[in-house]
């Protein structure tokens, strides 16, 4: 179902504008803007929340909790029993990534046509399969194999539900949304310690020692829950059975009212999507915000159990010391989802949080204190896990599809580049990982140089649109539908190119129609 909507006004954050140019509007839809009072509306969203969010941050929560057990189970004899060297090790954690990264654009761009709930029971019951194989491998050679295999199967998840949820929240409405989400990633590592540390006690248990465990008990309850959200995960707005037909109306056309004009369906897709995509300087600036934030998120996960470890630390202690600096991750990220929704603002907080992430990897760089070096991992932990990621591209980009190739493409970039992260944390560097550090260090500085940058581009092409500089032409708000100015004139005047009407322009330019306002 669709909902077609034009506003006199659009606003963000609280702040309103006038938009440049005269707009039409569709009778149908403001009748169902006007059916929903404030506090209807934010029942609905309570209702869209309980349907959405608890689920999808559980299947998440399982995935990341997957995908870094490895570096849980290392602690507990894996590396002895599959007769690993420190290369064998990094080549597992790296093969992940390259598999990964291969297949998140395409997952994105078929979780619409083949709807989220079957997609995503899909994947999760095939992971979940392959997590269990990766408790029952022998060799070297096979946990590579898993490896690859589980990379594949979880990249669908991840990019998908950030795209599937940036199709039912309003822009000022998604970073919260996003943040309670994104916690499940630190949480997986705070929960993962604790459940690693408990399952390491079946060792023995059917002949299996206890990081093989890890992996089996871990893969089961993924299959499970793959299973259950065949029933749990919601389609697409348009054809949600939770909501009534009017609530799926209200829904599309608030969306559209907030400049999503692609809401409800209607886009078919094409190759111009993704070259679209390809081809926007913000998806670029996008993935080097991410990579910024996500290499090092990656590099927590995965090694400051070991990290810990090293500093005097016994396997048990040591993941259970890696709770803490995660559990006010979580507390992070949400306050600060939620305070970026309230000001309207994403970027000022990604500064102040890379600068956070840096502080925390210039003393574990300098630091030769266990425990200087432990409050380090807090501060690096915080920062990075708390900094706004899809959110802000996510903002910025109008287009169904485009949205979800350039989500897929900032999340693949940053995947492609954690095996560098996980081909520099070698056991010879312990305990101070030097090397490591000093290279997601140089990651965190990107991050804050792109989000300067990012800042400032997006500051002043909203100055242009504001000034007109990117006017379109719109033939049905002339005299006769024609008006009788020179060609040369009309470019001049009208920059943006001629349409039939508004609905038009904002259709087939996206975030680049001059009434659109990019998110700082």
């Not at 909790?65 to 060297?85: E, F, Q, V």
């Not at 369906?265 to 094409?270: C, R």
């Not at 300098?366 to 896990?385: C, E, H, P, Q």
């Not at 539908?481 to 087939?508: F, H, L, Q």
Request: some cysteine.
């Amino acid at each position: 179902m669709s909902a077609d909507t034009v506003l006199e006004k659009a606003s963000f954050g609280g702040e309103s504008f006038d938009a440049p140019q005269t707009r039409t509007s569709d009778a149908g839809s403001a009748s169902i803007l006007t059916k929903f009072s404030p506090d209807a509306e934010r029942k609905l969203l309570r209702k869209i929340d309980i349907a959405l969010i608890p689920w999808l941050t559980l299947l998440f929560l399982l995935s990341f909790l997957d995908r870094s057990s490895i570096g849980n189970a290392s602690l507990y004899g894996m590396r002895k029993d599959l007769h690993l060297t420190d290369q064998n090790y990094l080549w597992a954690l790296s093969i992940f990534f390259f598999a990964y990264a291969a297949f998140e654009i395409p997952s994105n761009l078929v979780v619409k046509r083949l709807k989220p709930y079957v997609w995503f029971s899909i994947i999760m019951v095939v992971w979940g399969a392959v997590m269990v194989t990766q408790g029952l491998v022998h060799n070297s050679s096979g946990l590579l194999a898993v490896r690859w295999f589980l990379g594949a199967a979880e990249a669908g998840l991840f990019p998908g539900i950030n795209y599937y949820l940036s199709c039912w929240y309003k822009r000022r409405e998604l970073g919260v949304r996003v943040a309670v989400f994104f916690s499940a990633a630190t949480l997986a590592a705070a929960f993962g310690g604790l459940l690693a540390a408990a399952l390491s006690n079946l060792h023995g248990v059917g002949g299996k020692p206890g990081w093989a465990w890890i992996f089996i008990v871990e893969g089961l309850m993924t299959v499970v829950a793959g299973f259950a959200s065949y029933w749990m995960i919601q389609d697409f707005p348009e054809d949600a059975k939770f909501l009534t037909e009017d609530e799926r109306a209200f829904v599309i056309a608030r969306l559209q009212a907030d400049n999503q004009r692609s809401a409800g369906g209607a886009e078919k897709l094409s190759r111009h999507h993704v070259w679209a995509a390809m081809k926007d300087w913000k998806t670029w600036f996008g993935m080097l915000c991410f990579a910024g934030a996500e290499v090092p998120v990656y590099s927590n996960a995965l090694f400051s159990p070991t990290i810990i470890s090293k500093l005097g630390y016994k396997a048990t202690p040591a993941n259970l010391m890696s709770v803490p600096p995660s559990f006010f991750s979580t507390i992070a990220s949400i306050a600060v989802g939620y305070m970026a929704d309230r000001t309207g603002r994403r970027g000022l907080y990604n500064l102040v949080l890379f600068s956070i992430a840096i502080t925390g990897y210039v003393i574990l760089i300098i630091s030769r204190d266990a425990k200087l070096s432990y409050f380090a991992v807090y501060l690096a932990t915080i920062g990075n896990s708390a900094i706004i990621r899809i959110t802000w591209l996510s903002n910025n980009v109008e287009g169904s599809y485009k949205r979800a190739v350039s989500i897929a493409m900032m999340i693949g970039f940053a995947n492609l580049n954690a095996p560098a992260m996980v081909n520099v944390y070698r056991a010879a560097y312990a305990p101070w990982y030097r090397p490591g550090h000093s290279l997601v260090l140089s990651y965190t500085v990107t991050g804050f140089v792109a989000s300067m940058v990012f800042i400032y581009k997006l500051d002043r092409e909203n100055k242009a649109r504001d000034a007109g500089l990117r006017d379109e032409r719109i033939l049905a708000d002339l005299p006769g539908g024609k008006d009788i100015m020179a060609d040369s004139e009309i470019e001049s005047k009208y920059p943006g190119g001629t349409y039939e009407t508004v609905d038009e322009a904002r259709r087939e330019k996206g975030d680049l129609w001059s009434g659109y306002r990019y998110v700082l």
